[in-house]
DNA sequence: GCCAACGTTGGC
DNA sequence: GCCAACGTTGGC
């Protein structure tokens, strides 16, 4: 069982979004390293649904429930994605500046490279994380 | 709106 | 194979 973390900007997916869909296809990643974040994803595994740009914060929680699969948005072939369907949402979204002011947590691959699309968190990262949530890990 | 980080492209 | 130019992401 790994975690992940996996970002939308929420004017173009938001998580009120992934809630109402229940389940969504991960397409359109373009860049390899998230690529291959996604295809050690296994069905199963959680990842946090986090709002980047407007919003910046944690907002909910999804399972993986299809593995890496080809992407049919990619007419190159090259990259393909999952499918995410929504667990729940964080009873307090947590804020990327309450990450960053964590000690712990600022080795994460969140604050490391605020480019990658698709992050590992690890074990230890996502019980601090669902604390300050305020939920069960 | 600016800019740092970083990936990609293309000339050589 | 190197590297400059350029485009994109995303925090501030």
Known sequence: MA????????AVY???????????VW????????????KAMKPGDRAFFYHSNDGREIAG????????????????????????????????????????????????ALVRQSRLSVSPVTAAEWVAICKMGGIQP
């Open 3 to 10: 975690y992940w973390l996996m970002k939308s900007e929420p």
């Open 14 to 24: 938001s998580w009120e979004q992934m809630a109402g869909d229940k389940k969504t």
């Open 27 to 38: 397409s359109g990643v373009r860049n390899h390293q998230a690529a291959n974040n996604m």
């Open 61 to 108: 929680i999804v399972k993986v429930s299809r593995p890496y699969h080809s992407d049919p948005t990619d007419t190159s072939g090259k990259f393909g994605m999952v499918e995410v369907t929504a667990e729940k949402p964080l009873k307090k979204p947590v804020a990327l500046a309450e990450i960053k002011a964590q000690p712990q947590l600022r080795n994460m």
